[in-house]
């Protein structure tokens, strides 16, 4: 697989992926080869635990890749019970089932885990004590904590602002994406500028994911693109890129008032060897952009 940029994966056994019509689950199903079981909502809503528990007994799967997720964040504020049954419960349930079962469950995190501690400015690594600040975060947060302490077998990949070829599955669009579309509607662009990330391609989550399960990684790792930039220098980086003018300009957050709080500062680092590095974030994009041009 080295040296090849686009690699494909077969497993032993059966593969479900969860959440495959989102943009991460797309972006694994288009990589796996064999005995693969794409799964969306349809097949599994993660708010009815028996017909879940059902279908992964029904399956019996080698691995179950966990891709679904309340992605909400603004709106998890006022649905609390949504984001912890599907970000958390339904984790949970897996979990037990991975342990009767006997299967590898993948599952996926964030970087909103963080931000409790308004002063830092260092990459946060697996051993840093989480604090989130929203619901959401915190919803996941239990869910890997779940899935951690349930599940034998498991790998949890916490990464940070992910933007897929064909948009957000949940969402339905991504951040470049959006920026593209207000860019080409002539809409004034405000972003904020003190909240920093690392851009991530989810392609690129995917084939480091697959990486792990093939080298037989397990526990709790942080799989981004490496470098970091405030949401505005990411909104920057697109335009520049894809060469378009933007009437985009820089806001604090506390001015753009959104429901939940985010992290000031969420870039992720991995403190283990055996955790793939992923590209610098800048080119990624510009890959990502060069590709959904063609
Ligand atoms: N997006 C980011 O910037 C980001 C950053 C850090 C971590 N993550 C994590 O990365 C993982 C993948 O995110 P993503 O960006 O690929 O998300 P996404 O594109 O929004 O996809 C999420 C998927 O979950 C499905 N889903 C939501 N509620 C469900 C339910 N009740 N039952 C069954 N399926 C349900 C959605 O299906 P529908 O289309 O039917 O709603 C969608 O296919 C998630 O764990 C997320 O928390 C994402």
Redesign the pocket.
């Known amino acids: 697989m080295a040296g090849n940029p686009d690699p494909r994966f077969r497993f032993a056994g059966k593969v479900a992926v969860?959440?495959?019509?989102?943009?991460?689950?797309r972006e694994l199903l288009g990589r796996l080869e064999g005995d693969v079981i794409p799964l969306?909502?349809r097949d599994?809503?993660?708010?009815d635990p028996d017909a879940l528990s059902q279908l992964i007994r029904r399956l019996k799967p080698g691995i179950v890749i966990?891709?679904?997720?309340?992605?909400f964040v603004d709106k998890a504020e006022s649905e609390p019970q949504t984001a912890f049954t599907?970000?958390a419960f339904?984790p949970r349930i897996l979990a037990l089932l991975a342990r009767q079962l006997g299967f590898l469950l993948v599952h996926?995190?964030?970087?909103?885990v963080f931000g409790l501690d308004a002063e830092r400015a260092i990459p946060y690594r697996e051993s840093d004590a989480p604090g989130p600040t929203s619901v959401y975060g915190t919803s996941?947060l239990a869910g890997e904590f779940f899935v951690r302490s349930l599940a034998p077998e498991h790998l949890v990949i916490?990464?940070?602002?992910?933007?897929?070829r064909w948009g957000?599955?949940?969402?339905g669009t991504?951040f470049v994406e959006t920026m593209l579309r207000l860019a080409r509607e002539n809409k004034p662009i405000r972003v904020v500028q003190d909240q920093l990330l690392t851009p991530t391609a989810?392609g690129d989550v995917a084939v480091g994911c697959l990486q792990m399960i093939h080298n037989g990684v397990r526990g709790l790792r942080h799989l981004t693109n490496s470098g970091q930039c405030t949401w505005h220098e990411f909104a920057q980086a697109i335009f520049e890129i894809a060469g378009i003018s933007a009437d985009l300009s820089p806001i604090d957050s506390a001015s753009y008032g959104a429901a939940a709080r985010r992290p000031a500062y969420s870039v992720l680092v991995s403190e283990y060897k055996d955790t793939p590095r992923l590209r610098p974030w800048r080119e990624a994009l510009t890959v990502y952009l060069t590709e959904r041009s063609c």
């Open positions: 969860l959440g495959s019509g989102g943009q991460l689950g969306t909502r599994a809503d993660l708010t966990n891709c679904a997720a309340y992605n599907v970000n339904a996926f995190s964030t970087d909103y996941k916490r990464t940070c602002g992910l933007y897929g957000a599955g949940g969402k991504n989810a």
